[in-house]
C-alpha cells in the first residue's frame, strides 16, 4: 500500500484574500531567512518569514487590483509583481526599503503572468502579454527598451496569449518564447527574429499554464480540461506531442516542475494539489488541505535538498507549505 499523503508542514494565514501567485527565495547563504512572496487578490505582495512563519512586510503598489505575478531579480531586495490594474511594479526592498522603483504599464487586460530570463549580470529579458489582444511583448529590464513584438500571422486566430515561459538553451544562446494561447495551442517564438519555429495544439480549451524542462527538451501544459499535455521538442525545434495524461477532475490553474526536474505539482480547481514523477509522470500524491480552488504552486530554491518546499496558495486565503522531499 502506498502510504497516506502528508499533512502541511505548516499554513500561512493573514493574506485576508485568495492568494494568486507565489514565489520562493530560499538560496542565500546563513544568516539569510529564507522568504516566500505570495500576491493576493486584495492587491498586497506580502513577505512572509519562513522562520517565524509570519508576514515581515506587505507591499501595496497595485492600487489594491489582483496581483497575479511575483518574481526576484537576482536576490530577494529586487522585486517584480504584477497586478490587474495593468501595471509591472520593480521594487527596492534593500535596507527595509518598501519602495516601487520603477513600473511598466502592460494596458493588458487579461491575467497572463509575464516571464522573466535572465540574459546578463543586472539585465533580464521580460515577455508581457502586450495591448493587441494577440501579441506578445518583449522588453529589457531595467532599461525597458523594447526588444521586438510578437505578432501571429495574419488570420492564425490564436486568441490571446494565457502563459508565458522565457528560456534559453545556454547562456548566450538565442532567446526562445514558449507561449500558450487562447486557442489551446502552445507556439515556439524566436525571440531574436520575431517568428514562429513551431506550433502544436494542445487542449481544446485555452490553456491555462505550461512548464518546460529545457534539459530533456520537454515541456506539460493544463487547461480547463481533464487533461494533462505532455510535449517534446525535437532537433528541428519542432514541437511535438509526447503523451497525455487523464485527471480525475476538471481544471488546472497552474504547473510547476521542480528544480531537481525530478518531480511537478499542479494546482487543482478540485481544490487539490498534485503531485507526479516527471520521468514518465507517474501520480505519486494528492494534497487535500484547501477549501478553495488551488490557484498556485511553487517548489523552493533551498540549496539543501532536504529543506525543499512545496508552497501552494489557495481562493480558501491560505497557503499551505508542504515538505514532500523526503516522500518522493
Not at 493574506?15 to 546563513?30: I, K, M, N, R, Y
Request: aromatic share 6%; glycine share 8%.
Amino acid at each position: 500500500m502506498a502510504p497516506p499523503p502528508p499533512d502541511p508542514q505548516f499554513v500561512l494565514r493573514g493574506t485576508s484574500a485568495a492568494v494568486h501567485t507565489l514565489h520562493f527565495s530560499c538560496g542565500g547563504p546563513e544568516p539569510d531567512i529564507p522568504l516566500l512572496f505570495s500576491g493576493s487578490e486584495n492587491g498586497l505582495v506580502h513577505v512572509w518569514n519562513l522562520k517565524t512563519h509570519r508576514v515581515d512586510t506587505a507591499l501595496d503598489g497595485h492600487g489594491r487590483k489582483s496581483v497575479y505575478c511575483v518574481e526576484t531579480m537576482g536576490g530577494k531586495d529586487r522585486l517584480l509583481s504584477q497586478g490587474r490594474d495593468q501595471r509591472i511594479c520593480l521594487w527596492d526592498l534593500a535596507e527595509g526599503r518598501t519602495s516601487v522603483t520603477d513600473s511598466v504599464f502592460t494596458e493588458h487586460v487579461g491575467f497572463c503572468r509575464c516571464s522573466l530570463l535572465k540574459v546578463a549580470q543586472g539585465r533580464w529579458l521580460m515577455a508581457m502579454a502586450a495591448r493587441s489582444l494577440e501579441e506578445v511583448q518583449i522588453l529589457e529590464l531595467p532599461s525597458k527598451m523594447s526588444v521586438c513584438t510578437l505578432k501571429p500571422e495574419m488570420g492564425a486566430k490564436l486568441g490571446m496569449p494565457m502563459c508565458l515561459k522565457l528560456w534559453q538553451l545556454s547562456c548566450g544562446s538565442q532567446p526562445v518564447l514558449l507561449a500558450g494561447y487562447e486557442d489551446g495551442s502552445v507556439v515556439l517564438w524566436n525571440v531574436s527574429m520575431g517568428k514562429v519555429l513551431s506550433k502544436l495544439v494542445c487542449h481544446q480549451e485555452p490553456v491555462m499554464s505550461l512548464d518546460f524542462d529545457s534539459e530533456k527538451a520537454k515541456g506539460i501544459s493544463g487547461s480547463s480540461e481533464k487533461v494533462l499535455s505532455i510535449w517534446s521538442l525535437n532537433e528541428q525545434q519542432n514541437l511535438q506531442v509526447y503523451k497525455t495524461h487523464e485527471l480525475v477532475n476538471a481544471g488546472i490553474s497552474d504547473i510547476t516542475i521542480r528544480p531537481d526536474k525530478k518531480i511537478l505539482a499542479t494546482a487543482g480547481w478540485d481544490h487539490r494539489i498534485r503531485i507526479f514523477g516527471w520521468k514518465k509522470l507517474k501520480p505519486l500524491a494528492v494534497l487535500d488541505y484547501h477549501t478553495g480552488t488551488a490557484h498556485c504552486v511553487s517548489f523552493s530554491d533551498h540549496s539543501t535538498p532536504q529543506e525543499r518546499l512545496l508552497a501552494a496558495g489557495s481562493k480558501d486565503q491560505r497557503i499551505s507549505v508542504w515538505s514532500i522531499y523526503a516522500h518522493t
